[in-house]
């Protein structure tokens, strides 16, 4: 993912033996270690809600950090990979192409025509040498 999207989520906490947690942090893991991002609950409020955060460039997890009275826990960690969004040129430099679809010849001059019919190209074997999903360009032009 790149750092431009928002991750959301949603969470409902579960019957806990007491005491339970005081709070629930949600963490990511970047260099030099796990860093806490935002509380995602605390004793007092409803036991379940949903936000949505944006995560800093070189994350490589995320998790729940529970903290009780006289302990801390964790959730599993959720891998994933964040990255500075690449302009498109870089993008095609990296070996992506796009192929616009031909507008309406009668049509208005700013017609996109149908979308559908657009051609997306990536040579996969240059994204591959730079560790790069060739669905990067794919995802950019068609979303």
Sequence with gaps: ???????????????????????????QLSAPGWEDIMTLWFRG???RGSGTTK???????IRCKLVG???????????????????????????????????TPDGPPDDEGDLAAAIVTVNVGIFQRKGISPRFVEDLVIN
Excluded: C, W
């Design 69 to 103: 009275q006289q302990s801390v826990s964790f959730s599993d960690a959720l891998l994933v990979d964040v990255r500075e969004p690449p302009s498109i040129l870089t993008l095609m430099y990296m070996g992506g192409s796009f192929l616009p679809a031909p507008g």
């Design 45 to 47: 409020n409803q036991a």
């Design 1 to 27: 993912m790149f750092t431009d999207e928002a991750i959301s989520f949603q969470f409902k906490l579960a019957q806990t033996k007491s005491p339970g947690p005081e709070s629930i942090v949600l963490q």
């Design 55 to 61: 995560l800093k460039v070189g994350t490589s997890a």
